[in-house]
């Protein structure tokens, strides 16, 4: 009852404001912030807020269409939310907007060929550090992402270098998926680990005690997207490896920190991990880990919402922690989206006018809560949203974007990192000194393919 | 004798009138035809159409455009992006053989193109071998014949990517059927890691390659045999000849023709596939089951190196120029 009072309360004021607004001069944006506001304190007070306020379409995007293409979300309910908002501001506006999902693994395809023909959708969300590959085709989002920045403290350093390409904002930063240990918490106390491990050492030491009990970790070096490059980068700067100097330009891979990494592996492989992960995919290690094949694994929060509405006891067990540190420190490497408005795209001021819908904040902390946290803001903003009070399991996912570094690093996010990301060559070293290579030779046969990719 | 004789004359005389009543009727209605044609041509003023030489090249002219548009065009294009250094969103610039000397640097590329020569060595010949077998038992009579021929079709029809994600499925590491019947029949202690390790993984993508590739063999050997006349094996066996003989001195010269034709299209699409790599392994466990084509897609669509991907995937054409001239030349030579 009470939150239904302050809801209309909210209401109320929101009306009180729209009207005098709109005819006082104050302009959308401006009104958007103060309602912002409104909102944001209503949201410290535990309101959920369900209604965004009316308010007069500017006359120029009326009547327009507007296209956004993204990822089928692995959360569906959250996608369904984006389709509600595009719906609701559409209808406000005056503008026919389509809301297209197609399966991540197909998003670049889309992008190459609406970028070369010069059509399709407005806007494209892009992943990783997209925003460079196909800057040239991307609007300058300079005044949106910096709005953004503002509402969100800031960005995380990884989403903001990511989409921040020479000097402008050629996307504006949405949300990043935030990978975690996911673990047995139940089997990891029974060896006698109360925390989860703080560096490889000790990661070593409890796994190498449950696989003995026929727990192992579960960890791919196969070719897919998610999983592997997750755990391969920031695994090898957490030994101080890289694979290129600052300057972008001179590989930097064998070294004696590679070397060092490398050698690790292949003993972890031997006593800690399951051995059927060089064939996995990203959906196979939640499989593995859900049939109670394996204790632990790098994933995002799926395995443990699956397992919450499917396995409710199985869910009681699992608990997630940040990636162990290693002698140069504790990294992370996260799945960041960025929104995109295409240069061929004649409905750019509509495209951002929705790019900043879908980022107001009573709108994307909606969709924050269905995602229950799946999905963090690209800034610590929500660090102090209540949601993180509700589940202490889902904890450590809350500052993880902290811990996120963009690929190529120390270099910056180039087409050249990108291109050595979707070779794989990184996680191959790994895969290879696991198929018994010798750890020197791996580290060479990466050297000279990553000489060849950044070469130009 | 003489009235039959007169009776043939009589014959022969009815069929003449005949064939000159023909005759008149014909020349009867020549003219007319000639005269509006002539009238046509007075309203199109050209008799173009007319002549045979310009007619052939007005009728073949919209098979010529779709060939132009749907296979010169992009071929000429990718032979231009091969020698450029385009990416996606800027314009390519024109650096020779760039392109091509990078790759033949990159181990990767190495890999794939042992791998791609494996891969459709090994599918092509497991394809061939299968596939005459199954059209040679599918030859003879049995209970629901054409039943049983059209479901054989069912692999080649079912869209490639979803039979192959039903491979997935079994190859899976935790949940293979294929690991479950090995263990539980006694035969391995644990089961295997099939698209985990660099060998099983080609094994496996050569198994799905080859299934979905055999009822094509079939059915094509399948209309081959069956234009082979009953007669010949008639003669074979009255001259005693045994089974094995008449496959080889009859069946197999008589399919040769067929048989060229299909392993030379099988080989073309096995060298140019994607589709079951794509979705099995993605060229993985480390490259160990990288073919051109998805090679190529890795390049120019996730690193948007359009100019080097599309030098990749020219890396294809001699050797297929290779396999269609030998095809034409065994066509001419059957001529």
Same mark, same amino acid.
């Given at each position: 009852?009470?939150?239904?009072?302050?809801?209309?309360?909210?209401?109320?004021?929101?009306?009180?404001?729209?009207?005098?607004?709109?005819?006082?001069?104050?302009?959308?944006?401006?009104?958007?912030?103060?309602?912002?506001?409104?909102?944001?304190?209503?949201?410290?007070?535990?309101?959920?807020?369900?209604?965004?306020?009316?308010?007069?379409?500017?006359?120029?995007?009326?009547?327009?269409?507007?296209?956004?293409?993204?990822?089928?979300?692995?959360?569906?309910?959250?996608?369904?939310?984006?389709?509600?908002?595009?719906?609701?501001?559409?209808?406000?506006?005056?503008?026919?907007?389509?809301?297209?999902?197609?399966?991540?693994?197909?998003?670049?395809?889309?992008?190459?060929?609406?970028?070369?023909?010069?059509?399709?959708?407005?806007?494209?969300?892009?992943?990783?550090?997209?925003?460079?590959?196909?800057?040239?085709?991307?609007?300058?989002?300079?005044?949106?992402?910096?709005?953004?920045?503002?509402?969100?403290?800031?960005?995380?350093?990884?989403?903001?270098?990511?989409?921040?390409?020479?000097?402008?904002?050629?996307?504006?930063?949405?949300?990043?998926?935030?990978?975690?240990?996911?673990?047995?918490?139940?089997?990891?106390?029974?060896?006698?680990?109360?925390?989860?491990?703080?560096?490889?050492?000790?990661?070593?030491?409890?796994?190498?005690?449950?696989?003995?009990?026929?727990?192992?970790?579960?960890?791919?070096?196969?070719?897919?997207?998610?999983?592997?490059?997750?755990?391969?980068?920031?695994?090898?700067?957490?030994?101080?490896?890289?694979?290129?100097?600052?300057?972008?330009?001179?590989?930097?891979?064998?070294?004696?920190?590679?070397?060092?990494?490398?050698?690790?592996?292949?003993?972890?492989?031997?006593?800690?991990?399951?051995?059927?992960?060089?064939?996995?995919?990203?959906?196979?290690?939640?499989?593995?880990?859900?049939?109670?094949?394996?204790?632990?694994?790098?994933?995002?929060?799926?395995?443990?919402?699956?397992?919450?509405?499917?396995?409710?006891?199985?869910?009681?067990?699992?608990?997630?922690?940040?990636?162990?540190?290693?002698?140069?420190?504790?990294?992370?490497?996260?799945?960041?989206?960025?929104?995109?408005?295409?240069?061929?795209?004649?409905?750019?001021?509509?495209?951002?006018?929705?790019?900043?819908?879908?980022?107001?904040?009573?709108?994307?902390?909606?969709?924050?809560?269905?995602?229950?946290?799946?999905?963090?803001?690209?800034?610590?903003?929500?660090?102090?949203?209540?949601?993180?009070?509700?589940?202490?399991?889902?904890?450590?996912?809350?500052?993880?974007?902290?811990?996120?570094?963009?690929?190529?690093?120390?270099?910056?996010?180039?087409?050249?990192?990108?291109?050595?990301?979707?070779?794989?060559?990184?996680?191959?070293?790994?895969?290879?000194?696991?198929?018994?290579?010798?750890?020197?030779?791996?580290?060479?046969?990466?050297?000279?393919?990553?000489?060849?990719?950044?070469?130009? | 004798?003489?009235?039959?004789?007169?009776?043939?004359?009589?014959?022969?005389?009815?069929?003449?009138?005949?064939?000159?009543?023909?005759?008149?009727?014909?020349?009867?209605?020549?003219?007319?035809?000639?005269?509006?044609?002539?009238?046509?041509?007075?309203?199109?003023?050209?008799?173009?159409?007319?002549?045979?030489?310009?007619?052939?090249?007005?009728?073949?002219?919209?098979?010529?455009?779709?060939?132009?548009?749907?296979?010169?065009?992009?071929? $000429?294009?990718?032979?231009?992006?091969?020698?450029?250094?385009?990416?996606?969103?800027?314009?390519?610039?024109?650096?020779?053989?760039?392109?091509?000397?990078?790759?033949?640097?990159?181990?990767?590329?190495?890999?794939?193109?042992?791998?791609?020569?494996?891969?459709?060595?090994?599918?092509?010949?497991?394809?061939?071998?299968?596939?005459?077998?199954?059209?040679?038992?599918?030859?003879?009579?049995?209970?629901?014949?054409?039943?049983?021929?059209?479901?054989?079709?069912?692999?080649?029809?079912?869209?490639?990517?979803?039979?192959?994600?039903?491979?997935?499925?079994?190859?899976?590491?935790?949940?293979?059927?294929?690991?479950?019947?090995?263990?539980?029949?006694?035969?391995?202690?644990?089961?295997?890691?099939?698209?985990?390790?660099?060998?099983?993984?080609?094994?496996?993508?050569?198994?799905?390659?080859?299934?979905?590739?055999?009822?094509?063999?079939?059915?094509?050997?399948?209309?081959?045999?069956?234009?082979?006349?009953?007669?010949?094996?008639?003669?074979?066996?009255?001259?005693?000849?045994?089974?094995?003989?008449?496959?080889?001195?009859?069946?197999?010269?008589?399919?040769?023709? $067929?048989?060229?034709?299909?392993?030379?299209?099988?080989?073309?699409?096995?060298?140019?596939?994607?589709?079951?790599?794509?979705?099995?392994?993605?060229?993985?466990?480390?490259?160990?089951?990288?073919?051109?084509?998805?090679?190529?897609?890795?390049?120019?669509?996730?690193?948007?190196?359009?100019?080097?991907?599309?030098?990749?995937?020219?890396?294809?054409?001699?050797?297929?120029?290779?396999?269609?001239?030998?095809?034409?030349?065994?066509?001419?030579?059957?001529?």
């Amino acid at each position: 009852m009470g939150d239904i009072n302050i809801q209309a309360n909210y209401e109320q004021e929101v009306k009180e404001v729209t009207y005098p607004g709109i005819e006082g001069g104050l302009t959308r944006r401006q009104f958007i912030k103060t309602a912002g506001l409104i909102a944001g304190a209503a949201l410290t007070e535990g309101v959920l807020v369900t209604t965004t306020p009316k308010i007069a379409a500017p006359a120029i995007i009326k009547g327009t269409k507007l296209h956004l293409l993204q990822w089928s979300n692995f959360v569906p309910p959250a996608d369904d939310e984006i389709r509600r908002q595009a719906a609701e501001w559409g209808k406000q506006m005056g503008v026919e907007v389509t809301i297209e999902t197609i399966n991540a693994n197909d998003l670049q395809a889309r992008i190459a060929s609406a970028i070369e023909s010069g059509t399709g959708p407005d806007i494209v969300q892009m992943l990783h550090n997209w925003p460079y590959l196909y800057a040239s085709g991307c609007v300058d989002v300079d005044d949106v992402a910096e709005k953004v920045e503002k509402m969100y403290g800031g960005f995380y350093k990884q989403i903001r270098d990511v989409s921040f390409v020479e000097g402008r904002y050629k996307a504006v930063p949405y949300h990043i998926v935030g990978a975690a240990m996911t673990y047995r918490e139940d089997w990891f106390k029974e060896v006698g680990a109360e925390k989860f491990p703080d560096n490889w050492d000790e990661y070593r030491k409890v796994g190498k005690m449950l696989k003995d009990k026929g727990h192992p970790f579960g960890q791919t070096f196969g070719h897919t997207f998610g999983d592997a490059p997750a755990f391969a980068y920031p695994y090898l700067w957490s030994f101080g490896g890289k694979e290129v100097e600052e300057d972008g330009k001179t590989v930097a891979l064998d070294s004696k920190e590679t070397l060092q990494a490398v050698e690790f592996i292949v003993a972890l492989w031997k006593d800690v991990f399951d051995e059927t992960g060089l064939s996995w995919d990203d959906t196979s290690n939640n499989r593995a880990f859900l049939s109670e094949q394996i204790s632990c694994t790098l994933n995002g929060a799926s395995i443990y919402f699956v397992a919450k509405k499917q396995y409710p006891e199985l869910a009681k067990r699992i608990n997630h922690a940040v990636m162990p540190a290693g002698p140069a420190g504790r990294f992370h490497y996260h799945v960041t989206f960025e929104h995109a408005i295409m240069k061929y795209s004649n409905n750019v001021e509509a495209a951002k006018e929705f790019i900043l819908f879908l980022m107001d904040k009573p709108n994307f902390y909606k969709w924050f809560e269905i995602a229950e946290g799946y999905s963090v803001a690209p800034g610590p903003d929500h660090e102090n949203h209540p949601l993180w009070q509700k589940d202490p399991r889902m904890l450590a996912f809350k500052d993880i974007g902290k811990l996120g570094k963009a690929i190529g690093y120390p270099a910056p996010p180039t087409r050249s990192a990108s291109e050595a990301l979707s070779k794989y060559i990184i996680v191959d070293v790994f895969a290879r000194a696991i198929q018994g290579e010798s750890p020197k030779k791996a580290i060479e046969w990466g050297a000279s393919e990553l000489r060849n990719v950044y070469k130009s | 004798m003489k009235p039959n004789v007169k009776s043939v004359e009589n014959q022969v005389e009815q069929v003449s009138d005949y064939a000159d009543s023909k005759l008149t009727s014909v020349e009867y209605v020549g003219p007319a035809v000639k005269e509006m044609g002539e009238k046509k041509r007075g309203k199109l003023k050209s008799g173009y159409l007319e002549r045979e030489n310009i007619l052939a090249y007005v009728l073949v002219a919209p098979a010529v455009i779709i060939l132009v548009l749907f296979i010169a065009y992009p071929f $000429v294009l990718g032979v231009w992006l091969s020698l450029t250094d385009k990416t996606v969103g800027h314009e390519g610039h024109f650096v020779g053989l760039q392109n091509f000397r990078n790759i033949l640097k990159s181990q990767i590329f190495l890999q794939t193109v042992q791998n791609t020569f494996v891969y459709t060595g090994v599918a092509t010949v497991l394809k061939l071998v299968f596939g005459l077998a199954l059209a040679l038992v599918l030859n003879r009579h049995f209970k629901f014949k054409r039943l049983v021929r059209a479901s054989m079709l069912l692999p080649w029809i079912i869209p490639t990517v979803l039979s192959t994600l039903a491979w997935l499925w079994m190859f899976d590491a935790t949940f293979s059927v294929f690991n479950w019947i090995l263990v539980h029949l006694g035969i391995l202690k644990r089961g295997l890691v099939w698209l985990g390790d660099p060998h099983l993984a080609m094994v496996s993508v050569i198994i799905v390659n080859a299934w979905r590739g055999i009822p094509f063999f079939a059915i094509s050997l399948l209309a081959g045999l069956q234009t082979i006349s009953p007669d010949l094996y008639e003669a074979a066996d009255i001259d005693g000849a045994g089974s094995f003989a008449k496959f080889w001195h009859i069946t197999l010269p008589m399919l040769m023709p $067929v048989l060229l034709v299909v392993l030379i299209f099988s080989v073309i699409v096995t060298f140019a596939d994607f589709q079951v790599v794509y979705v099995l392994t993605r060229g993985g466990p480390s490259n160990s089951t990288h073919l051109f084509a998805t090679l190529a897609y890795q390049v120019a669509l996730a690193s948007g190196r359009l100019g080097e991907g599309a030098a990749i995937s020219l890396f294809m054409f001699p050797f297929l120029l290779l396999v269609i001239i030998v095809q034409l030349w065994y066509i001419r030579r059957e001529q």
